[in-house]
C-alpha cells in the first residue's frame, strides 16, 4: 500500500496524506457478513455522557469477522481484499470449499487467489492458522487468542506482529508489539504472518474535518477551563498547571502513572513489562 499526498492548493492539503486503496477489490462487502452498527455519542443507556468527545461521524457497518478459525481442514480461497471502516487493518473475504464465507484480518503479502487453510498441521505461511504448539519457532504471528476456543484478542492493528520465542511446560513465549515478553497456552490458536496495511502509520489526518468524520468531537484543554471544571484551571493568563503532575478531570494523575491492578490474575504470565 502506498502513501498519497496532494498538491497544497489548501492549507487543508497541505499535510494530509491518505491511503491508497489499489489494492482492495472494487466490490461491495457481503451482505451476510454486515451488521447495523448504532451510534451511541458517548451515552450509557441512561442517556448521560459516560465518554467525552464523541459524536457524528460518518455512518458505519459491522463486518463480522472469523476470529476463531476452526473449520479445520477445509481449505478457502482469497475472494476479495476489503475495507473495514471499524478498524485499522484490512480484512479479506474467503470462500470456502464447502460454500461458506468469512471475513479475516489480511496479512501482509496476501493476494487475492491465493488459498489458506487452519488446522492442527498446516504450513506456516502467511494467512494460515494453528494452535501454537505446532508452530515452529521464531515464526511471526498476529490474531493470538489468550484462552483456547476464545478468539483472536491480540495483536490486530495494522502492520502489528509477535514472534514465537520458545515453547515448554504447555505454554509459548511471545515477544509482543510492544516488547513485553509473555506466557500464552500453547493450545490458543495464532495466525501466521503480519497484519497488513503497513503504512497506515505513515498517514496524516492534516485537518479537524477527518477527526469528525471519525465520530471525535473538539478537545478543550484543560488550562484554559475554569478551576469549578478541571484541576488545571484558573488562574489570570498564561499559567503552568501548578501541580505536581498533570492531573484528569477527576483528578486521577495522568501521564506516566501505572493503572494495571497489581494483584491481576494474569501477572504471572508476563516475563518481562515493555519499556524495560
Not at 479475516?104 to 496476501?110: C, Q, S, T, V
Request: with cysteine; net charge positive.
Amino acid at each position: 500500500m502506498a502513501v498519497k499526498s496532494y498538491r497544497p492548493t489548501s492549507p487543508a492539503l497541505r499535510q494530509m496524506t491518505v491511503a491508497d486503496f489499489s489494492e482492495l477489490t472494487d466490490k461491495k462487502p457481503e451482505s451476510r457478513l454486515l451488521r447495523v452498527r448504532k451510534q451511541k455519542s458517548g451515552r450509557n443507556s441512561y442517556g448521560r455522557i459516560t465518554v467525552r468527545h464523541r459524536g457524528g461521524g460518518n455512518r458505519r457497518k459491522i463486518r463480522i469477522l472469523d476470529w476463531k478459525r476452526t473449520k479445520d481442514n477445509v481449505p478457502a480461497k482469497v475472494a476479495a481484499l476489503e475495507y473495514d471502516p471499524n478498524r485499522s487493518a484490512r480484512i479479506a473475504l474467503l470462500h470456502y470449499a464447502d460454500g461458506a464465507k468469512s471475513y479475516i484480518l489480511a496479512p501482509d503479502g496476501l493476494k487475492v487467489g491465493a488459498t489458506i487453510i487452519s488446522g492442527e498441521s498446516v504450513d506456516p505461511v502467511p494467512g494460515n492458522c494453528m494452535p501454537l504448539r505446532n508452530m515452529p519457532v521464531g515464526v511471526t504471528l498476529h490474531a493470538i487468542e489468550m484462552k483456547p476456543g476464545r478468539g483472536a484478542q491480540l495483536v490486530r492493528a495494522a502492520g502489528a506482529a509477535a514472534q514465537l520465542m520458545a515453547k515448554e511446560n504447555g505454554f509459548a513465549q511471545l515477544r509482543m508489539p510492544s516488547g513485553e515478553y509473555r506466557l500464552i497456552p500453547d493450545g490458543c490458536r495464532a495466525t501466521v504472518g503480519t497484519v497488513g496495511n503497513l503504512e497506515h502509520e505513515n498517514i496524516t489526518l492534516g485537518k479537524a474535518g477527518r477527526v469528525r468524520h471519525m465520530g471525535r468531537r473538539p478537545m478543550v484543554r484543560g488550562k484554559v477551563m475554569n478551576p469549578v471544571d478541571h484541576p488545571h484551571g484558573g488562574g489570570e493568563g498564561r499559567n503552568p498547571i501548578g501541580l505536581p503532575s498533570p492531573m484528569s478531570p477527576w483528578g486521577k494523575p495522568t501521564l506516566g502513572k501505572k493503572t494495571r491492578n497489581k494483584h491481576k490474575q494474569s501477572n504471572k504470565y508476563i516475563l518481562r513489562r515493555r519499556k524495560k
